[in-house]
């Protein structure tokens, strides 16, 4: 429900009012009430990062021996299909043959 009163008039029971399974379960919300009650009012996840971190854990073990980090990067970034990150290729610095008389 989401409701801060209704968590506070749960945990203010007496615990041996509860059978036993409830009562260590009563004693972790107390001891993460505040946490609980920012996660009424805050609706942040870490879903998505940990979604993120498992699809790059699974391109991992897939794509072993990949050679080249930027195209283990590139293979990342292509899976994660974000429109807002640009891959741009590494240039390649080529030597002049009048730098190499030097």
């Given at each position: 429900?989401?409701?801060?009163?209704?968590?506070?008039?749960?945990?203010?029971?007496?615990?041996t009012?509860?059978?036993?399974?409830?009562?260590?379960?009563?004693?972790?919300?107390?001891?993460?009430?505040?946490?609980?009650?920012?996660?009424?009012?805050y609706?942040?996840?870490?879903?998505?990062?940990?979604?993120?971190?498992n699809?790059?854990?699974?391109?991992k073990?897939?794509?072993y021996g990949?050679?080249?980090f930027?195209?283990?990067?590139?293979?990342?970034?292509?899976a994660?299909?974000?429109?807002?990150?640009?891959?741009?290729?590494?240039q390649?610095?080529?030597?002049s043959?009048?730098?190499?008389?030097?």
């Amino acid at each position: 429900m989401k409701d801060k009163g209704e968590l506070q008039a749960l945990l203010q029971r007496k615990l041996t009012s509860l059978p036993f399974k409830l009562q260590k379960v009563q004693r972790t919300l107390r001891q993460h009430q505040t946490e609980i009650v920012r996660s009424f009012k805050y609706h942040l996840s870490n879903g998505p990062i940990e979604g993120t971190n498992n699809k790059i854990k699974v391109i991992k073990r897939t794509a072993y021996g990949f050679r080249n980090f930027f195209h283990f990067r590139v293979r990342i970034l292509m899976a994660l299909k974000n429109p807002h990150i640009m891959v741009v290729s590494p240039q390649k610095t080529k030597i002049s043959p009048s730098s190499r008389a030097a």
